[in-house]
Structures are given as structure tokens and as C-alpha cells.
């Protein structure tokens, strides 16, 4: 464990992040599941792809210096090198100054998944894994909606004799 820093602060998933004039960040509504419905007739695998925000909060501790902030994910059903990686730029480079002072990311994480599982996203400073965030994802086939039927609601009524 490096007690010397830098220190992860925050590593978290969200649906929006909100940037404030001040500089204070908000996290709304913290991810760690996704539920999503594909059609049944879908082809195996159906690729689904996925934006998710991401803030990541460090520290810097004792440490001063430059460390390279990246962003990995690791998917459940294929190992490396063939995983999948995050289609949005997940390489950073941080400066600490020490002390309290630290460095914030935030990122709208752009993947695309092709099967049900636990996924996680490694975070690492330079090449150490520093915290992992996980991530539940579950495909689920759902029916296609009926057809409704083909009849119009502004059809012509049928004839009918003349009242006499």
C-alpha cells in the first residue's frame, strides 16, 4: 500500500456530473448496475454501446511530481490482451503539489459491451492499478411489442340504408 500518495479521493460511476462556477463537482446518481433490454431475435452477441461518466478524484499526499492517470477496462468473459478497451481518450497526465492539493478527471467513458457480466474498470497511476470500480451489466431479451392492428381510427363507416 503507498501511504505517501497520491491518494484516490473518488473513483466513482455516475449518470451526470455537474461542474459548479466554484469548482465543486456534484456525482448524480452513482452507477453500479445497468439493466439492458434487447430485442429476443437479437444476433449472440448483440453489441450494445454504452456512455458512462466517470469522476476520479486524488490526493496528492507526500507525493510532487507527474503521474499518468489511465482508465482500463477489464471485461468478464474475455481476458487479455484481446479485452476490449474504453473508446475515449483514458490517458491523463496529472500534477500534484503536494499537501491537500489534488487533481480531478472527469470522463464520459464510451464502451461497447456484447455480453452480460461484471465488468471493471481498473484505475492506475503510471502502471499501478490504484482502485477498481465495478460495474454490473445485465443483457436481458425482451419480446418485440404486438404489431397493432393494421385498422385506422378515421375509416370510412359502412353503408347503411337511407332512413326513411
Excluded: W
Excluded at 448483440?46 to 510532487?64: A, E, T, W
Excluded at 483514458?90 to 487533481?103: L, M, P, R, S
Aim: hydrophobic letters at 40%; proline letters at 9%.
Amino acid at each position: 500500500m503507498n501511504l505517501k500518495g497520491p491518494h484516490v479521493a473518488v473513483a466513482a460511476l455516475c449518470d451526470a456530473i455537474l461542474v459548479e462556477k466554484d469548482e465543486r463537482i456534484s456525482c448524480i446518481r452513482f452507477l453500479d448496475r445497468f439493466e439492458i433490454g434487447i430485442p429476443e431475435n437479437a444476433p449472440d452477441p448483440f453489441q450494445v454501446p454504452l456512455q458512462i461518466n466517470c469522476f476520479l478524484s486524488f490526493k496528492s499526499g507526500d507525493f510532487v511530481g507527474t503521474k499518468t492517470v489511465r482508465v482500463k477496462l477489464k471485461h468478464p468473459l474475455i481476458s487479455e490482451p484481446k479485452a476490449p478497451t474504453i473508446m475515449t481518450p483514458n490517458q491523463f497526465e496529472a500534477d500534484f503539489k503536494g499537501g491537500e492539493h489534488g487533481y480531478n478527471i472527469t470522463l464520459q467513458l464510451n464502451i461497447v459491451v456484447d455480453g452480460s457480466g461484471l465488468f471493471m474498470f481498473d484505475v492506475l497511476l503510471d502502471e499501478d492499478v490504484v482502485t477498481r470500480i465495478p460495474l454490473r451489466i445485465d443483457l436481458k431479451r425482451v419480446p418485440l411489442p404486438q404489431s397493432e392492428e393494421l385498422s385506422s381510427p378515421h375509416s370510412e363507416p359502412e353503408a347503411s340504408e337511407p332512413a326513411v
